[in-house]
């Protein structure tokens, strides 16, 4: 069986919805479709992470496209941890088919319980894990209080801006101010960036990868990376 021919029957077993990010090769050929491609804006601003030697857990990491690619970048060791195991079982296949050093560990990060705590990485990544559910459902606290958990040292972190709050996240106003207070409620726009940042502060400096043009609206998502203040 050819290795687009193994990733596609695991894709199948899990179904659509867990396919999130397109799988390539080692020639970013696709393997399986996604919901999100990769592009060379991506790799490019990812690039600019330091891995060099570095220890890394990737949470949330589907079929661990940032988990190969930091270990291609020179991390010493990566660990990328997703819930599902179906997913899972396709990471440890693409991990043969690369011969990559990387590990892969079923944990679920809303566990009170999870195994992962007790661990700290150097690099602790929450690759476009917050999205839109999480900002309405109120989840991006817990997610972000969790990633920090993990590392003293450098937490990498992707998220979207802002969002138009009735057309994007199918939400009022109202209702995103008694979640998040008015500071990042502003006529029909919600600050997630913003939020993210002070969430992190003073504990954590942020230092955009990716360029961020001002208060303005702008897709896709940021990545940020926060060092310790
Ligand atoms: C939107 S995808 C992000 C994929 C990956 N970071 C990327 O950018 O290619 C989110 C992934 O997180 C996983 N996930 C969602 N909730 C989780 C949880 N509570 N614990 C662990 N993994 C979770 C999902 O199974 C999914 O594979």
């Known amino acids: 069986m050819s290795i687009a021919e193994k990733m596609r029957e695991i894709a199948a077993q899990v179904g659509p919805e867990h396919v999130y990010r397109t799988v390539y090769d080692e020639d970013l050929r696709v393997l399986v479709p996604g919901k999100e491609d990769i592009n060379a804006e991506i790799l490019d601003t990812f690039s600019r992470i330091d891995f060099t030697g570095k220890s890394v857990v990737d949470l949330g990491c589907n079929f661990g496209f940032f988990t190969f690619y930091a270990a291609r970048l020179g991390a010493r060791q990566v660990v990328g941890v997703d819930r599902e195991k179906g997913v899972l079982q396709g990471c440890e296949i693409l991990k043969q088919h690369f011969n990559a050093s990387v590990s ?42 969790f990633l920090e958990r993990l590392s003293e040292r450098e937490l990498i972190v992707s998220v979207q801006k802002i969002y138009w709050i009735k057309k994007e996240l199918g939400s009022t106003p109202e209702a995103m101010r008694v979640i998040y207070t008015d500071r990042y409620v502003r006529g029909g726009s919600f600050y997630l960036l913003n939020y993210v940042r002070d969430f992190f502060a003073p504990r954590w400096r942020m230092e955009p990868i990716s360029e961020v043009n001002g208060d303005e609206y702008e897709k896709p998502r940021k990545l940020l990376r926060f060092v310790r203040a």
Request: some cysteine; overall charge negative.
């Open 104 to 145: 892969f560990e079923a944990h679920d990060i809303d566990d009170p319980a999870c195994g992962l705590i007790s661990r700290t990485f150097d690099i602790a990544m929450l690759v476009e894990f917050i999205g839109k559910t999480f900002v309405v459902e109120n989840r991006v606290a817990p997610a972000l209080g």
